[in-house]
Structures are given as C-alpha cells and as structure tokens.
C-alpha cells in the first residue's frame, strides 16, 4: 500500500480558495488512479474528484466547475484546487490511491489512503 501524505488544509470564509496537496511515493501519482474523497463528521467518505493515469479527470456534481484536481508526476504529488468554497464543502479531505480501471467514485476501489487533512468553511 502507497503510503500518501495529505496538506493544505485550514479555515476559510465563504466564497474562499485553498489548495490541497498529496504527497506519494515516487512511481505511484503516474502509475495509479489519484482521488480526493472527503467525509463530514457523522457522515460516509463522500468521492470529490478523480484522476486517471492517462489523465482524464472527473469530479462530482457538487463540486465541478469550482474545484480542479491536478497531478505532478516529477514531484510525485496530486493537487485539488478549491475555490468558491461553501459551509458544506467543510469535512475532512482524503487523497487515495486505486488501481487503474477500478471505479473511480467509488471509495471501496482504493487501497490506499493518507490521514486527511481538515478543511473548515465559515459562513
């Protein structure tokens, strides 16, 4: 299992941006399909956006147009920007890691995950 290192975390105001950023060991970012889930406190691990290896990207309904996930093969990293941040986009964001060709919405298709990192929009 990859061992991913979630960062970029923090509070922000309605409408605000913050960039998350998973750290993977060398190899993995190009090789595996790359996501960001999230859960909010009493609720299921909820899928974000997804990368493939190959590059195309998807995201959910409730975030797309206002959050971009990216991938740095020579850094080894996965980057979600965020902007327009709302209340309910508050929870804990997860980086994973799953084989290719796995459902990519699913969170049952990753292997791997990182510790998340807490990210907190106020009204």
């Known amino acids: 299992q990859a061992q991913l290192v979630e960062s970029g975390g923090g509070q922000v105001q309605t409408g605000g941006s913050l960039r998350l950023s998973c750290a993977a060991p060398p190899r993995t970012v190009m090789w595996y399909t790359m996501a960001w889930f999230r859960q909010a406190p009493g609720g299921e691990r909820e899928f974000v956006a997804a990368?493939?290896?190959?590059?195309?990207?998807t995201y959910s309904d409730t975030v797309k147009g206002r959050f971009t996930i990216s991938r740095d093969n020579a850094r080894n990293r996965v980057n979600l920007q965020m902007s327009g941040l709302q209340p309910e986009d508050t929870a804990v964001y997860y980086c994973?890691?799953?084989?290719?060709?796995?459902?990519?919405?699913?969170?049952?298709?990753?292997?791997?995950w990182g510790q998340g990192t807490q990210v907190t929009v106020s009204s």
């Open positions: 994973g890691a799953a084989q290719p060709g796995n459902p990519a919405a699913v969170a049952t298709s990753y292997s791997s």
């Open positions: 990368i493939s290896r190959s590059g195309p990207t």
